[in-house]
């Protein structure tokens, strides 16, 4: 059922992403030849207005065949691709990528109507000197920021990245009721998710509780009995309310051994374990990570329009920086990238959570693939714009050895890239350790 959903979402985006080129092509007047979804050999096909329309036997993908694509076979005649002038073919490359981008922003916008699938901002835990002051308590659940309406704890998150001193209102609901409340912040700086320093306002609070979300492989809180879902209430007996008193208490501790107390159903358990240093991230550890609670929140249409479009520039963004830090190499590409195994993963995980969980991530999806295309790489579409822009500067194409050259380059690039990230996934959940693993039992059993 999830290669079903999987292929069905990534059928969907490919047939976004070609009627694209599809349409923009007939609105020029170029004729469009084939549509297929998927590659390979043909499994079904129908004509019609004088295109081929096709389901191939590899559904990883699909294409657009324009009359006189290729400027070797291009006859010049008017309904030929290369017989349009620049600004046509550009407008028909370019329109593929566009409609990805309105296809996620339209998938957002239906989010935010039914419910968007925010990260809960309820208040587990206040540091000293900062938000509890303003009258700020436990239990508290953070709706809105200076008057803004917020969705999640990212969305109150990129609120706070500044230096402004001045007060702050925060709407938080308690005991159902929705109260504003004046919260002088703290200027702090703060490591953002690219690894680069910034500042922030604090507010004091901790919003991450104490449930266990996970628990890693062969590290000491699963070999000791520790389960998802348990909810830490003391280490050595400090008592515990929130994440980063977890944290504090672990890194504490040192190497010694540490007693854990957690609630699991209606019994109270106590567990022992040593933590464990790790060199890479310079801390002691015990291999959990907390459980993330959701909220959904919906808006009207007219504030979903708003917040789709926020939410599809802030992925637009991240997902640029993200691309120039790696190519800049102060940002690991193998935790960065991901391909179609984690893509699947998460296809997978969101069709499990529900149709809203579903329906975000085809939106995602929709705008990476967008912002992939747009990559000035050759066999990319923005290749091919560059290519145009070098043509329109010229005021002549280049010639074709070179852009057949240039092609070549670029499907070695994409095709080494290809094999990096199926690697990259298949490192990342751990397949290449089970396979050593099975090795290893073979190799010793002989």
């Not at 096909?45 to 290729?70: C, H, N, W």
């Not at 935010?112 to 900062?130: H, I, K, N, S």
């Not at 997902?319 to 998460?346: C, D, H």
């Not at 959570?353 to 747009?374: C, R, T, W």
Request: proline fraction near 4%; aromatic fraction near 10%; glycine fraction near 10%.
């Amino acid at each position: 059922m999830s290669l079903f959903i999987f292929l069905t979402v990534l059928s969907v985006l490919v047939i976004v992403h070609e009627w694209g080129h599809y349409i923009s092509a007939r609105t020029v007047g170029v004729k469009v030849e084939k549509f297929s979804v998927g590659f390979g050999p043909k499994i079904i096909s129908r004509f019609r207005k004088g295109t081929e329309f096709l389901l191939s036997a590899i559904p990883l993908g699909g294409y657009v065949k324009m009359a006189g694509d290729e400027r070797a076979e291009c006859k010049g005649t008017t309904d030929e691709f290369y017989s349009h002038p620049p600004g046509h073919r550009a407008f028909v490359i370019v329109m593929g990528p566009v409609i990805n981008f309105v296809f996620g922003f339209l998938c957002l916008w239906g989010v935010f109507m039914l419910g968007y699938p925010g990260q809960a901002m309820q208040v587990y835990g206040l540091r000293d000197g900062v938000a509890q002051v303003d009258g700020l308590a436990i239990g508290d659940r953070v709706v809105s920021i200076n008057g803004k309406k917020l969705y999640s704890l990212p969305h109150l998150q990129r609120n706070l990245v500044g230096d402004d001193k001045s007060l702050i209102s925060l709407g938080v609901l308690r005991d159902d009721k929705e109260i504003v409340l004046k919260v002088k912040p703290e200027i702090i700086t703060e490591t953002n998710y690219f690894g680069k320093d910034q500042l922030v306002r604090d507010l004091g609070i901790d919003f991450i509780g104490a449930s266990i979300g996970a628990l890693a492989e062969d590290l000491p809180a699963l070999e000791s009995g520790l389960e998802k879902g348990d909810l830490i209430i003391s280490i050595n007996d400090s008592k515990v309310t929130h994440w980063e008193k977890v944290q504090e208490l672990i890194g504490e501790a040192g190497g010694q051994p540490i007693a854990i107390k957690v609630k699991r159903g209606d019994d109270v358990l106590q567990k022992t374990l040593t933590p464990q240093y790790e060199e890479e991230l310079e801390k002691y550890i015990i291999g959990i990570s907390p459980q993330h609670d959701f909220d959904y929140v919906n808006f009207g249409p007219i504030t979903s329009f708003a917040y789709a479009y926020d939410e599809v520039m802030t992925i637009t963004t991240m997902t640029y920086k993200a691309l120039f830090y790696m190519i800049t190499g102060s940002m690991s590409a193998k935790e960065s990238v991901g391909g179609p195994i984690l893509i699947f993963n998460a296809v997978r995980m969101a069709s499990q959570a529900g149709v809203v969980h579903l329906l975000f991530i085809i939106a995602v999806i929709s705008i990476s693939l967008a912002i992939f295309n747009l990559l000035p790489v050759p066999v990319l579409d923005g290749g091919h714009l560059f290519l145009l822009a070098i043509e329109k500067v010229k005021g002549k194409p280049l010639p074709i050895e070179w852009e057949e050259n240039l092609t070549k380059v670029g499907m070695s690039l994409l095709i080494c890239l290809m094999i990096f990230v199926f690697y990259n996934d298949l490192a990342r959940l751990g397949w290449f350790d089970v396979v050593k693993d099975i090795f290893l039992r073979l190799k010793s059993a002989s």
